[in-house]
């Protein structure tokens, strides 16, 4: 039996907005602090892999169901949580020295609000529903999040040059990682494992072990050993050699 979803209406405010061109770097300069880089490497993987398990959801399976809805919770959660941080810490840090370059992705962060709200109106609408109208309800909910999944990558991407090329032009790499340690500080424990968690699964060795290193400075020995022990679970057999290594 063929099942036709509901086609999904995007407001005004989710739709993406043009915006004229601004300042983009085509390659980062290597020796220049990327405070976009590993967040958006964890943040890119766990999109990725809330997409799938929603896309593979049984909804006709209560118990999977359950599960890939609070995985989709988590990850938009996690978003929002992003969002927030940028807007209160990176933002205006570019506005401060360079007024005006933060309007293209302030309205790309509001559109996202709007996006991600829907997405959690999209669970409890499959939530709400048994049978064959939650089999259309899990549908429409997974082409949403594709959606969404696909202009989020473009925005990390308008950050990672348009607002990386500001931040550069205007910031230090002290100041830059001035900037990311306090945000990182604002976010409450159980969040911040939820960040490492992604970010370390998916970044290179070098990224890997550099965030490691630098939370390792600001941590009590005791935290940072137990949140390093769950955080290895996730790597090769090779990249635990090569973190050990690294924190050596």
Not at 159 to 172: K, R
Not at 209 to 238: I, Y
Request: proline share 5%; glycine share 4%; hydrophobic share 45%.
């Amino acid at each position: 039996m063929t099942i036709n979803a509901p086609s999904v209406q995007l407001s005004a405010a989710t739709r993406p907005q043009a915006r004229p061109p601004r300042r983009q770097i085509r390659n980062a300069p290597a020796a220049r602090y990327d405070p976009y880089l590993v967040v958006h490497k964890g943040l890119r993987a766990l999109m990725a892999d809330t997409l799938q398990r929603v896309g593979r959801m049984d909804p006709r399976d209560d118990e999977d169901t359950a599960q890939a809805l609070a995985q989709l919770r988590e990850a938009v959660s996690l978003a929002e949580s992003h969002l927030h941080h940028e807007d209160l810490f990176l933002h205006p840090a570019m506005e401060a020295r360079a007024p005006g370059s933060t309007e293209g992705v302030a309205a790309d962060h509001a559109a996202h609000r709007a996006a991600l709200a829907g997405l959690l109106d999209g669970c409890a609408s499959v939530e709400r529903s048994a049978g064959d109208a939650r089999a259309c309800a899990a549908l429409a909910l997974y082409r949403r999040l594709a959606r969404f999944v696909a202009e989020d990558f473009v925005h990390m991407h308008a950050e990672e040059t348009e607002n990386n090329a500001v931040l550069w032009a205007t910031h230090s790499d002290e100041e830059l990682r001035a900037i990311v340690e306090r945000l990182v500080a604002s976010i409450p424990p159980a969040k911040n494992a939820a960040f490492a968690r992604w970010m370390v699964a998916s970044s290179s060795p070098s990224e890997r072990a550099e965030m490691l290193r630098g939370a390792r400075r600001t941590m009590p020995a005791g935290a940072f050993d137990a949140m390093l022990a769950a955080l290895v679970q996730a790597l090769t057999a090779k990249d635990r050699v090569k973190l050990e290594a690294a924190l050596a």
